[in-house]
């Protein structure tokens, strides 16, 4: 198990008094976990920042009735080869589909995927989300209950 290091930190009381409301709301135990994760997301800001490997799930929800574009989203990911690890397809209701796909590579080489297919006509919804790669398991952020 890794060693823990106690630390003080200084807050205004207004400032904490909002923070424990969020952690609360979130399901947090206690105050440190919630640093703990707001610590972990500032490390993965700096990774995604500098361009390093992570790997990304990106949700699109789109209306499947726009001509061409289920092909389309398919020659967005064969053309990104070997950054595709993986795709779902729902058919959410008679003219949406949700797809998440799942992709590792180099943060910019991602977003550029990604937006290649949020771009298209017909996408409704779209989201990315970068994580770290599993290389420093350390500083990954991980689920907590909410």
């Not at 200084?10 to 206690?30: P, T, V, W």
């Not at 500032?42 to 390093?52: F, G, W």
Request: glycine share 6%; aromatic share 4%.
């Amino acid at each position: 198990m890794t060693q823990l290091s106690r630390t003080g930190v200084s807050l205004e009381d207004d400032l904490l008094k909002e923070f424990d409301r969020l952690i609360a709301k979130r399901g947090y135990a206690n105050r440190s976990e919630a640093f703990r994760d707001l610590i972990r997301e500032a490390l993965l800001s700096e990774i995604v920042e500098s361009n390093k490997q992570v790997v990304g799930t990106l949700t699109l929800v789109y209306d499947h009735h726009v001509p061409n574009l289920a092909q389309k989203l398919t020659e967005v990911q064969h053309t990104a080869g070997a950054m595709i690890l993986a795709a779902t397809h729902v058919h959410l209701d008679h003219n949406y589909c949700l797809e998440v796909i799942i992709m590792k590579g180099r943060s910019k080489d991602l977003q550029a995927v990604a937006d290649g297919m949020l771009a298209l006509r017909g996408v409704e919804l779209g989201k990315l989300v970068l994580t770290n790669s599993g290389a420093s398991l350390k500083s990954a952020p991980h689920s907590h209950p909410h």
